[in-house]
């Protein structure tokens, strides 16, 4: 038998049941798959169909296990699951499979399995955790869950059919948990946010249309329905091997969620954008594009992708996760820089000889602040010059005092009139004079720089472009600017995680530095999770996302009770979508359950740090690397630290380029923890006055907006911190609870 003509494949969920197996049965896994690729029909394997028809086969792994597969077509076989040999049999017409009319996605459903774990849920609930749960609309307990929907309903928002009459008996929100566990991926989507309390019409809408088949489903044609993304299996049998083996298998690398994987592989006309709230998978998915994308390269060895991110420290950790994904072949092919970085890389091609010092925005406002004080010049702040410097001046590129007369200054606070704008000028200008002098840069100075690099760089090649077309095609022909003659737009492909922190000077350089084509830019970030202070607008900086603009909804780290919490903290703000619209986090969810986030309050800072000590020392079973405490300011990190200390508790501190040691609980300012997360989460210090500073609070005297847009901030900090956590979320604070807790305290 020809083993090539062999397909296997496993069914998501499948993995987790060979996670529970005995050691020796996932050794016994990985020979059989070989075996199976090689000949099913090989007498060692036992291939037979069950139930004498259909498509459900059994084949031996070893003399206790077998592993059940649907036949999709001839050499086309998919694993659903692996059993002791007995289960098998005894409850064979308990086994349903199926493909979803809906989604048109291939489903298994034990019955036998799914009943149990419901009734081992049936026991009484727990008692309540620290916190009364929040009165709802819910059903009593012994009324059946969802008896306000027909059956009909049901499968029309894709719940799998075989379950609705176990589906029926659910009465408590544990029950259901229990089906969850070994139900198909929509069927727990769609029965979770029900039970949250969502109206058929949102689920319809929210959870279902997303994932439906855009053609009619035929539900006999299974080869088809494993081709959709609706049917999560592995798809390389590199793959298959990882899962089969189980261990620290990153489901990740395998199991897109439909949502997805479309978006990961689409075809579009021009540059995507991708949102979503916190752990939707968003890096998730620019890792996956950016594989799709290296796919369809021909082979070479140059880097024609570019993978790019706000900050040195998650750049790291993207290259690190693309390796986990493709291996040293995929990562060969990418340019994994931060964007600053890359500005800086452009800045020094074209000035080999430069020493400058690039300094950060805390350095700066030093530079700002001793230039005012040596001229005496007491009518400004140094934080608004360095804003309106940054934000309007470099933001828009302008190059003279003119220009900033007219320049928009949309969004940054108090109106300044003509005399003020010059005055404002001629101190930028001494200002940008003082750092040349002192051979220093700001990083906003060298994003400006790069982006007129680039876009000159652009011209030129575009001149070039137009010189051969009007030659008529030919590529030696004698150009004009021959110095030029060898240049190329620098990638092919452009993706972007963490888009919202990006600032225009990045933007502009980076649509220069890729040509506008179909797949040119494709940019993953959530503008609720905007930590720096541009906003910008793609449309005018040359990026048009219009009609290519997703989100995803599905939340794959943190619980539905953390989520809970942290949307109020967002509770009554408006968000951007990075292109003049508004972003919503409609239909945000987890199917993940937890515990309620605790809320903590001390009289002092003091006794709050005692607290916090206290309560990690009754966390003995967790890595203590695996929990992080999030502080306003360094100097709270560090008295965190100390106390810690006493209590005998080590801990490493996050700075810019990530955690400064490996063993120990992690601590951090707010700013550092984008991009990570962790099994338990402590978010200390949330009293006003520190969450929002009181620096920013005094702003609503004196600039309205710019208070707005501090507070906005602020918020988002600790929108961020909060939806770090995986499992358990703690939020302690001293004296008055900051404003942003007053909707949980509320609850
Ligand atoms: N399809 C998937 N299967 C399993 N795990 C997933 C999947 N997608 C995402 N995850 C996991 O969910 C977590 C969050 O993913 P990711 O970091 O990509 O989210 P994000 O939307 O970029 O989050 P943030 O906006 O907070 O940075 C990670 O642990 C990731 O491995």
Redesign the pocket.
């Known amino acids: 038998m020809n083993n090539t003509s062999v397909t296997l494949r496993l069914l998501d969920k499948a993995d987790k049941e060979i996670l529970k197996l005995p050691r020796t049965v996932k050794g016994a896994l990985y020979d059989f798959q070989h075996k199976f690729k090689a000949n099913p029909q090989a007498t060692g394997l036992q291939l037979k169909q069950l139930k004498g028809e259909g498509r459900l086969w059994s084949a031996r792994v070893n003399d206790e296990y077998r592993a059940l597969l649907l036949r999709l077509a001839d050499g086309d076989w998919l694993i659903v699951s692996v059993k002791h040999r007995k289960e098998v049999y005894e409850n064979l017409d308990r086994l349903t499979y199926g493909i979803n009319q809906i989604t048109g996605g291939i489903e298994y459903v034990d019955l036998q399995v799914v009943e149990e774990s419901v009734l081992r849920r049936a026991a009484p609930p727990r008692p309540p955790a620290v916190e009364p749960a929040p009165p709802t609309a819910r059903p009593a307990q012994s009324e059946p869950l969802f008896g306000h929907l027909t059956d009909q309903q049901l499968t029309d928002l894709g719940v799998a059919e075989p379950l609705v009459p176990v589906i029926r008996t659910l009465t408590t929100e544990d029950q259901l948990l229990g089906l969850i566990e070994y139900a198909p991926q929509l069927t727990g989507e769609v029965l979770l946010w029900l039970v949250d309390g969502k109206s058929y019409n949102d689920v319809l809408e929210q959870v279902t249309a997303p994932v439906a088949a855009s053609e009619p489903v035929d539900t006999e044609d299974f080869q088809a329905a494993a081709e959709r993304p609706a049917t999560m299996v592995t798809t390389t049998d590199e793959a298959l091997r990882e899962a089969l083996e189980g261990g620290s298998f ?3 690398k395998v ?3 439909p949502t ?1 994987a479309k978006l990961v592989e689409r075809d579009y006309s021009g540059p995507a954008r991708v949102g ?10 620019a890792l996956h594009r950016v594989k799709h994308l290296v796919d369809q390269l021909p082979p070479g060895r140059t880097k024609p992708v570019l993978l790019t991110t706000y900050n040195k420290n998650l750049a790291a950790d993207l290259r690190a996760r693309l390796l986990e994904l493709g291996g040293e072949a995929l990562v060969s092919r990418v340019d994994i820089s931060h964007v600053d970085q890359l500005a800086l890389r452009v800045v020094r091609e074209a000035e080999p000889g430069s020493s400058k010092q690039t300094i950060d925005d805390n350095q700066a406002l030093r530079e700002w602040r001793a230039m005012l004080d040596e001229l005496g010049e007491s009518g400004w702040d140094a934080d608004f010059l360095h804003d309106e410097w940054t934000q309007v001046i470099l933001g828009q590129a302008v190059v003279s005092r003119t220009e900033y007369f007219r320049a928009r200054r949309a969004g940054r606070g108090r109106n300044v009139n003509r005399a003020e704008r010059a005055d404002i000028w001629q101190l930028t200008e001494k200002f940008t004079q003082r750092l040349d002098r002192l051979g220093r840069q700001t990083w906003a100075q060298v994003a400006e720089r790069a982006a007129r690099l680039e876009m000159g760089r652009e011209q030129r090649i575009q001149a070039i472009e137009r010189q051969r077309e009007e030659a008529g095609g030919l590529d030696n022909i004698h150009l004009q600017d021959g110095s030029a003659a060898w240049l190329r737009y620098r990638y092919r492909h452009i993706v972007v ?2 888009a919202q922190d990006l600032q225009p000077g990045h933007w502009k350089m980076l649509r220069s530095m890729v040509a506008r084509d179909r797949n040119d830019i494709f940019l ?1 970030g ?1 503008t609720h ?1 905007r930590i720096y202070k541009q906003q910008v607008t793609l449309g005018s900086l040359g990026i048009n996302i219009r009609g290519r603009s997703a989100r ?1 909804t599905l939340s ?2 943190t619980t539905r009770q953390i989520l809970e919490k942290a949307l109020e903290v967002l509770e009554g703000e408006s968000f951007d979508d990075l292109d003049g619209n508004s972003e919503t986090l409609a239909g945000y969810r987890s199917v993940l359950s937890g515990g309620r986030p605790e809320l903590h309050a001390s009289k002092d800072w003091e006794s709050e740090r005692d607290a916090i000590a206290e309560l990690i020392a009754t966390w003995d079973d967790i890595p203590h690397e695996q929990i992080a405490i999030c502080v306003p300011t360094n100097q709270m990190a560090q008295e965190v630290a100390v106390t810690l200390a006493h209590a005998g508790i080590r801990a490493v501190e996050i700075g810019p380029d990530g955690p400064r040691g490996s063993e120990g609980v992690h601590i951090g300012t707010m700013f550092r923890f ?2 990570l ?1 962790y099994q338990r989460m402590i978010i200390a210090g949330v009293s006003e006055g520190l969450v929002p500073r009181q620096a920013v609070i005094r702003l609503q005297r004196t600039d309205t907006l710019r208070y707005k847009r501090e507070l906005l901030r602020a918020r988002s900090l600790l929108f ?1 911190a909060a ?1 770090r956590s995986r499992d358990s979320l703690a939020i302690f604070w001293h004296g008055t609870p900051s404003r942003f807790l007053e909707p949980l305290l509320a609850a």
Not at 277 to 285: C, E, Q
């Open positions: 990153g489901r990740w199991f897109l969620h997805q979503g709230g916190p752990g939707t998978g968003k890096t998730i998915v995680d963490e993953v959530d999770q995803l794959y780290r984008k991009g997360e961020v939806t």
